[in-house]
């Protein structure tokens, strides 16, 4: 088992940049796969980035492409999420979250990622 904790989340303005993070429990966290996710009240979670076991492959949401980096330090069991130029559309509950399968996909469905962190509140003002 692996337990997150994200953190990084707060109020910026529209144009501006956050990096979050999400710290792993136990020695194993490089044999996960992560991802970010995020919310909106009302809304399904939606995927926004995934990132390989070794990080040398990652996946993104168009929305945020040429905006967000997911990247990771398997050394201190972190995954990070770079934010620039944030919308205001970006505003939600970002959660952190770990696959255990040992498929090489990269995948984009909540369902088929096991591991959740508490999320972190992300908001973007116009």
């Known amino acids: 088992q692996v337990q997150l904790v994200e953190s990084g989340g707060g109020l910026v303005q529209a144009g501006g940049s956050l990096r979050l993070s999400c710290a792993a429990s136990?020695?194993?966290?490089?044999?996960?796969?992560m991802a970010w996710f995020r919310q909106v009240p009302g809304k399904e979670q939606e995927f926004v980035a995934a990132?390989?076991?070794?990080?040398?492959?990652?996946k993104s949401q168009d929305s945020v492409k040429d905006r967000f980096t997911i990247s990771r330090d398997n050394v201190r069991n972190t995954v990070y999420l770079q934010m620039n130029s944030l919308k205001p559309e970006d505003t939600a509950v970002y959660y952190c979250?770990?696959?255990?399968?040992?498929?090489?996909?990269?995948?984009?469905?909540?369902?088929?990622?096991?591991?959740w962190g508490q999320g972190t509140q992300v908001t973007v003002s116009s």
């Open positions: 979250a770990a696959d255990a399968s040992p498929l090489v996909l990269l995948r984009t469905k909540r369902s088929e990622y096991e591991y």
């Open positions: 990132i390989s076991r070794s990080g040398g492959r990652t």
């Open positions: 136990g020695r194993t966290f490089s044999t996960y796969k």
